[in-house]
């Protein structure tokens, strides 16, 4: 049986997309349900267009109804694709190092608190780092937080815009992700943290990047 995936989302959901994409016809994993923090969220019609099932919350900040929508995953992951509300403090302890976020930048920097959208991508532009990229990691208690499970560099070009930025990064997340997913499911909910490293530089060829994600190389 496939793990089961939840995700959480509160925008467009193109990162949801490439979970649905990467997953439909997998045997290690499979999105089981969409949760939503807002009803006009785009990626509703997603998840209703790939048939799988949504819950649209009432009140996100609310641990008993937020835990109610996860009750299909309690044995599989959960991935915040896009998801800006806070996870309640019981329901991080519950799903402990079986719940994880993408955030476009490199974490640690540039995260936090109000952190999100367009907002990254600016102060990285504002700061001159040269480097920015997509980080996917596990979700604790605090914003943007918990140990890293796997970053995707990419490069910031002279002349960028927030946009334009946000777009390279955008391209990278949706193939992080799926692979980060499907590697952890088929691993199995870990004692301690799981750190990824590409095996390898990331030759892209045809749009498809070359490369494999492996344990930690010390
Ligand atoms: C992504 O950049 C994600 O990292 C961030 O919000 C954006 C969501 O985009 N948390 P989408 O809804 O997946 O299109």
Do not use: C
Request: no cysteine.
């Amino acid at each position: 049986m496939p793990v089961p995936v939840v995700a959480l989302v509160s925008g467009g959901g193109t990162n949801l997309q490439a979970l649905l994409d990467a997953l439909r016809d997998s045997p290690a994993a499979r999105v089981t349900r969409v949760v939503l923090s807002r009803p006009d969220a785009g990626a509703l019609d997603r998840a209703r267009r790939a048939g799988v099932a949504t819950t649209v919350l009432v009140d996100p900040a609310d641990a008993a109804e937020l835990a109610a929508a996860l009750h299909d995953v309690d044995t599989g992951l959960v991935v915040l694709a896009g998801y800006v509300k806070r996870i309640p403090p019981a329901v991080v302890a519950r799903f402990r190092l079986r719940m994880i976020n993408i955030h476009p930048a490199l974490l640690p920097a540039f995260g936090g608190p109000g952190m999100y959208g367009r907002r990254v991508h600016e102060h990285v532009l504002a700061s001159g780092t040269p480097v920015s990229g997509a980080t996917v990691h596990y979700v604790d208690e605090e914003y943007d937080h918990g140990p890293i499970i796997a970053q995707w560099p990419v490069p910031v070009r002279p002349g960028d815009t927030a946009d334009a930025l946000a777009a390279r990064v955008l391209e990278v997340e949706h193939r992080l992700l799926p692979l980060v997913v499907l590697e952890l499911a088929r691993r199995g909910v870990p004692r301690v943290p799981v750190r990824l490293f590409a095996d390898g530089p990331a030759f892209v060829v045809d749009h498809q990047p070359v490369v494999r994600l492996g344990d930690d190389q010390g």
